[in-house]
């Protein structure tokens, strides 16, 4: 039986204390009292996404055994936002971040990451100086020509990094957690449910469960052997095993979703419009959806103030649509700096009034 056929309380290795066993509260109690005296607090500590306005709402963080959902429409910046949040979790000394890409190479993945610390990752406003994607390449090709004509065939991308004023800074800041953010090109055909949790539990396993799991994305993920009907069967499938893999290795997931057909169709997407089955609702402890600004105010206030409106079109709204530890239903908004590949990551509560939502005001 395959490990996607197993129940969810079926005993799976990994670091979580106890098994799967049954314990009287008092056991639970003396386990959790030890771990403290032992100064193993990671079940009270939360890894900060580094999304001021998130963290705050989500209580602190990113917890143990929870699975967060990232969904939105195409090119609002779903990947930037979960990239940006692995290599956040990755600059703490404590916490390696693991990222599968179904999307992208992890040379592009690198590229952008560049561009990203150009900008001292999204924290300053002014972006003028920052590198863009198709500077980076003019870099790289010009300076290797340059190499060549010198007869210096040797010349690598590292040094070329190195040398180069723009990229230089960007470079050594993406030294300071290079070694703690492991990034994988996945193939929707060969990196299965099975292999990723196999994956995971090795490196719970090496770094003592300091792991966080990112997923891009959720429905290309394999299931093997295929026994789904169709795709909201395999997408049950896939987030339940997910969900498991958080459960039984204790760290933290965060799955970027897709939207279905009437979720594009429709003015502003919702946790209902991810594409798959209701499962996606049901397994997840946050649910996090983006939409872009401008597109989901309110017509009142785009017919009152036209021109500050348009400014909104770089401004991405998040909903924490669902919170199993706190509020929900909670629009913050942050600025995107997507040329740069990157959120300015100091956000605000959305003070304007949107479509088919209620003011929420704390």
């Given at each position: 039986?395959?490990?996607?056929?197993?129940?969810?309380?079926?005993?799976?290795?990994?670091?979580?204390?106890?098994?799967?066993?049954?314990?009287?509260?008092?056991?639970?109690?003396?386990?959790?009292?030890?771990m403290v005296v032992q100064g193993e607090l990671d079940e009270y500590l939360p890894i900060p996404t580094g999304f001021d306005q998130i963290d705050r709402i989500i209580g602190g963080g990113l917890r143990r055994t929870e699975?967060?959902?990232?969904?939105?429409?195409?090119?609002?910046?779903?990947?930037?936002?979960?990239?940006?949040?692995?290599?956040?979790?990755?600059?703490?000394?404590?916490?390696?971040?693991?990222?599968?890409?179904?999307?992208?190479?992890?040379?592009h993945l690198l590229n952008r990451l560049l561009c990203l610390?150009?900008?001292?990752?999204?924290?300053?406003?002014?972006?003028?100086?920052?590198?863009?994607?198709?500077?980076?390449?003019?870099?790289?090709?010009?300076?290797?020509?340059?190499?060549?004509?010198?007869?210096?065939?040797?010349v690598g991308l590292y040094q070329i990094l190195t040398q180069h004023p723009k990229t230089a800074k960007a470079l050594e800041a993406i030294n300071q957690y290079a070694d703690r953010l492991i990034l994988m090109k996945a193939s929707p055909a060969v990196t299965t449910l099975n292999s990723i949790r196999e994956m995971v539990r090795q490196m719970v396993e090496v770094t003592g469960g300091k792991v966080a799991l990112f997923i891009d994305y959720l429905q290309k993920v394999a299931i093997h052997p295929e026994r789904a009907t169709d795709e909201a069967e395999k997408v049950t499938i896939v987030v339940e095993g997910l969900k498991d893999i958080a459960m039984t290795l204790n760290i933290p997931v965060l799955s970027i979703v897709a939207a279905d057909r009437e979720g594009l169709k429709s003015k502003r997407l919702h946790l209902y419009h991810l594409r798959g089955s209701s499962a996606l609702d049901y397994?997840?402890?946050?649910a996090i959806i983006m939409n872009n600004k401008f597109h989901i105010l309110s017509k009142d206030h785009v017919a009152f103030n036209p021109y500050k409106s348009e400014s909104y079109r770089d401004w991405v709204v998040f909903t924490i649509e669902k919170n199993r530890a706190g509020r929900a239903m909670i629009d913050v908004e942050f600025q995107l700096k997507a040329q740069h590949f990157c959120f300015v990551p100091k956000g605000s509560l959305v003070e304007q009034k949107l479509i088919d939502e209620k003011i929420i005001v704390e």
């Open positions: 039986m395959s490990t996607e056929d197993q129940p969810r309380n079926a005993k799976v290795s990994g670091p979580r204390r106890g098994g799967h066993a049954p314990r009287t509260l008092t056991q639970v109690l003396k386990e959790a009292d030890q699975m967060v959902l990232l969904g939105g429409p195409q090119g609002i910046g779903k990947t930037i936002t979960a990239l940006q949040m692995a290599r956040n979790l990755a600059l703490n000394e404590a916490t390696y971040a693991f990222y599968i890409s179904y999307e992208h190479s992890e040379i610390e150009s900008v001292d990752g999204g924290v300053a406003d002014g972006t003028s100086a920052g590198l863009r994607l198709k500077d980076l390449h003019n870099i790289v090709v010009s300076q290797r020509a340059r190499e060549w004509v010198r007869h210096d065939g040797n397994e997840c402890d946050i």
